[in-house]
C-alpha cells in the first residue's frame, strides 16, 4: 500500500478530520496534506508507528468496554 491510501485509511480509523489527526500526533497539517495527495512520502517508520499506536489505542478503548 503506497504512503497516500496508508495515511488516508489511518486517518479513517481513528475517525478524525485532518486538523484533528494532526493535532493528535503533532504531525504539521501540510505535511499530511502532502501525504494524502501523494506530492510527499511518509517514512516508512512513521507509517508502521502511527498504526501501531492507532490500532493499540483502538484495541485498548474495546477491552476496556468490556
Known amino acids: 500500500m503506497d504512503c497516500q491510501?496508508?495515511?488516508?485509511e489511518l486517518r479513517g480509523e481513528t475517525g478524525l478530520n485532518r486538523k484533528a489527526f494532526c493535532e493528535k500526533f503533532e504531525i504539521p497539517y501540510r505535511?499530511?496534506?502532502?501525504?494524502e495527495r501523494g506530492t510527499r512520502n511518509a517514512p516508512d517508520y512513521v507509517l508502521r508507528l502511527l498504526?501501531?499506536?492507532?490500532r493499540t489505542e483502538k484495541l485498548l478503548a474495546e477491552l476496556g468496554q468490556k
Open 31 to 35: 505535511t499530511v496534506t502532502e501525504w
Open 5 to 8: 491510501a496508508k495515511i488516508k
Open 51 to 54: 498504526e501501531y499506536y492507532i
